[in-house]
């Protein structure tokens, strides 16, 4: 066996991603690299969902209100290229055992950073009018204050400010233990527990009125599916 692709879903401390690995065999060595394709999203450690409770109550025939992130102003979404290896610590690749391995990976991180839109109920003249709007300073209250909320009918759909995302440039590394379990020497399902650590080149601004940071360091577990050929 020489090759191996696997993919799978990983729940980090501060988000969550979605990940492909395209894997490279040495049995005789007992070492694998591999290259990498992830993409995630971040979350700060301040966001929490907030409903508008008072909504229906005011606005009777409008829409339920969803939840949104209350002093939220973007999201923050990662895709990351890395190269990798792994070093065998225990186990054999045979039938029903279990290989516990070292994994290290590293390498490129773009960062996605999108403007996060409210669904409002803004008042014009005697009326109010349903519009989409990204934080800027002429409409903060909306975003900052709670005193505004009765206006608010949730966070917008995730299509919104698309078309307005920047580019945040950095480097990420990643390091963990692998247990794979393995079906039969041709596919396997494994389990990994790690940490791993990310830098921009900037502060990435995620929410108003608290901290931001240009780096993050989170712990994670993942689940994956894989197939391995000669």
Same mark, same amino acid.
């Given at each position: 066996?020489?090759?191996?692709?696997?993919?799978?879903?990983?729940?980090?401390?501060?988000?969550?991603?979605?990940? &492909?690995?395209?894997?490279?065999?040495?049995?005789?060595?007992?070492?694998?690299?591999?290259? #990498?394709?992830?993409?995630?999203? %971040?979350?700060?450690?301040?966001?929490?969902?907030?409903?508008?409770?008072?909504?229906?109550?005011?606005?009777?025939?409008?829409?339920?209100?969803?939840?949104?992130?209350?002093?939220? &102003?973007?999201?923050?979404?990662?895709?990351?290229?890395?190269?990798?290896?792994? *070093?065998?610590?225990?186990?054999?690749?045979?039938? *029903? #055992?279990?290989?516990?391995?070292?994994?290290?990976?590293?390498?490129?991180?773009?960062?996605?950073?999108?403007?996060?839109?409210?669904?409002?109920? &803004?008042?014009?003249?005697?009326?109010?009018?349903? *519009?989409?709007? %990204?934080?800027?300073?002429?409409?903060?209250?909306?975003?900052?204050?709670? %005193?505004?909320?009765?206006?608010?009918?949730?966070?917008?759909?995730?299509?919104?400010?698309?078309?307005?995302?920047?580019?945040?440039?950095?480097?990420?590394?990643?390091?963990?233990?692998?247990?794979?379990?393995?079906? #039969?020497?041709?596919?396997?399902?494994?389990?990994?527990?790690?940490?791993?650590?990310?830098?921009?080149?900037?502060?990435?601004?995620?929410? *108003?009125?608290? %901290?931001?940071?240009?780096?993050? &360091?989170?712990?994670?577990?993942?689940?994956?599916?894989?197939?391995?050929?000669?």
């Amino acid at each position: 066996l020489t090759q191996e692709m696997s993919g799978g879903f990983r729940l980090n401390s501060d988000g969550w991603s979605f990940f &492909v690995n395209r894997g490279f065999l040495n049995e005789e060595e007992h070492k694998n690299t591999f290259i #990498s394709f992830d993409f995630s999203e %971040k979350k700060h450690p301040k966001e929490t969902h907030t409903q508008n409770e008072t909504f229906s109550l005011l606005y009777p025939n409008e829409l339920k209100p969803v939840p949104y992130k209350y002093g939220k &102003v973007n999201n923050f979404y990662q895709f990351k290229i890395g190269y990798g290896g792994s *070093k065998e610590l225990t186990g054999k690749l045979d039938k *029903k #055992s279990v290989m516990i391995r070292w994994v290290y990976n590293g390498g490129l991180s773009i960062g996605l950073l999108k403007p996060y839109y409210l669904d409002l109920l &803004v008042p014009e003249g005697n009326t109010y009018v349903r *519009k989409y709007e %990204k934080y800027s300073d002429t409409n903060k209250e909306y975003f900052l204050d709670l %005193k505004n909320q009765g206006t608010i009918l949730g966070g917008s759909s995730f299509t919104k400010g698309i078309g307005e995302i920047s580019i945040k440039p950095g480097l990420h590394l990643k390091s963990g233990f692998n247990f794979d379990y393995l079906a #039969s020497r041709k596919s396997f399902l494994s389990v990994e527990i790690g940490a791993s650590a990310e830098l921009y080149t900037k502060e990435i601004e995620i929410m *108003k009125n608290t %901290k931001n940071s240009a780096y993050f &360091v989170n712990f994670y577990a993942d689940i994956r599916f894989g197939r391995r050929w000669e």
